[in-house]
């Protein structure tokens, strides 16, 4: 049975072994529950196994359970009636009959309330669901895919997620390991996100100093793929030698790896606040929008690795929504 892990990169006994359970149930119409801690690449996963079933030439229809207010959510995902509720001015198929034939992908399902799981069972077990404000059962043929990076099980015990749905989801279950447990992958990754940035920015090729090489290895990588394709962007941007050395490294990387960070004005943690100035974004051939980016995605950074990604969390630590926060994560294409 083959299997092509399209983008996926990993050539660590973990993946190996996950590619080869991929390669058995692909062509299935399984139920696939994905867990992984955030950016581990569970969406990417949930993607090559799609394309690799016999449903490929369907719909894929991703749908993030967490980032769609609790009371919309329900319509988004079975569809609703001309007059539903207030706003219902006509009736709208949701994401289940959209995706007919293919695959729903529900993301962060742990996000969904207890009301809303058990019309998921009802879809796992009838292949029937209602519009909001229906009169009658609509059959569908959906596979579901599901991801979550929270512990189901600890869920389950806790009351916050229906035990039956747990093991109608969890009939294959697929678990992504850390970025910190996949050895030489990290470098594997890094290069390959380099030589991706490079090209796409038109520069030369930026290569890894064994010393770098080293302390990328050694770092545990809170933030996972996500993290360390995101320092890779960063260095193809602010990199100016054609390889990247121990100077390049940020000093989160250096502290935990237990190097004292050299005094660097860019990645050195201001003391207080330090305005920008224009000569700040002259002197870093910066527009106003670059630097409110950086700033933005610093701090978007910093909030999930302190909340190990955990985006409840990491919204409540930046004052803002954790509808808002994901908006800001797809933008940046950190998020469906
Ligand atoms: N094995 C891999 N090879 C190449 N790229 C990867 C790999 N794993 C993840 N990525 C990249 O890392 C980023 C994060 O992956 P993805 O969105 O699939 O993670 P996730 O587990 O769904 O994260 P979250 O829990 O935060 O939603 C994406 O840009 C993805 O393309
Ligand atoms: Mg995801």
Not at 65 to 93: D, M, N, V, Y
Not at 184 to 201: G, H, M, P, Q, Y
Not at 253 to 258: C, D, H, P, T
């Amino acid at each position: 049975m083959s299997f092509s892990a399209g983008t996926m990169i990993g050539n660590c006994q973990g993946l190996r072994d996950l590619f080869k359970v991929i390669a058995k149930v692909a062509p299935t119409d399984s139920t696939v529950l994905v867990t992984g801690e955030s950016g581990t690449g569970k969406e990417l996963l949930v993607r090559a196994l799609h394309s690799n079933s016999l449903r490929k030439d369907k719909p894929f229809v991703p749908i993030n359970c967490g980032a769609i207010p609790k009371e919309l959510l329900e319509s988004e995902l079975f569809g609703h009636e001309k007059g539903a509720f207030t706003h219902a001015i006509r009736s709208r198929p949701g994401r289940f009959e959209l995706a007919d034939g293919g695959t729903i992908f529900l993301d962060e399902i742990g996000e969904m309330e207890l009301s809303l799981q058990v019309k998921i069972l009802r879809v796992l077990q009838e292949k029937e669901f209602e519009r909001v404000g229906g009169a009658g059962a609509k059959k569908v043929d959906v596979r579901i895919v599901a991801a979550t990076n929270r512990d189901l099980e600890e869920e389950v015990r806790t009351g916050r997620f229906r035990e039956d749905l747990f093991y109608r989801l969890n009939v294959i279950p697929l678990h992504l390991p850390p970025l910190r447990d996949r050895g030489n992958d990290v470098l594997l990754l890094a290069e390959s996100f380099l030589r991706r940035f490079c090209d796409k920015k038109n520069r030369a090729l930026l290569t890894l100093t064994p010393k770098a090489r080293e302390l990328l290895l050694g770092y545990s990588w809170p933030g996972n793929v996500r993290e360390l394709e995101n320092f890779m962007e960063r260095l193809s941007i602010l990199c100016d030698n054609d390889a990247v050395t121990v100077d390049d490294l940020p000093e989160k990387i250096l502290r935990e790896v237990g190097m004292d960070p050299p005094k660097r004005t860019a990645e050195a943690a201001p003391a207080g606040f330090v305005w920008p100035m224009i000569k700040d974004l002259r002197d870093n051939n910066m527009g106003l929008k670059d630097f409110l980016d950086i700033v933005e995605e610093r701090l978007l950074r910093e909030a999930l690795d302190m909340s190990s990604g955990v985006k409840n969390q990491a919204a409540e630590i930046l004052g803002i929504k954790r509808t808002t926060l994901i908006e800001k994560l797809k933008k940046r294409q950190w998020e469906e």
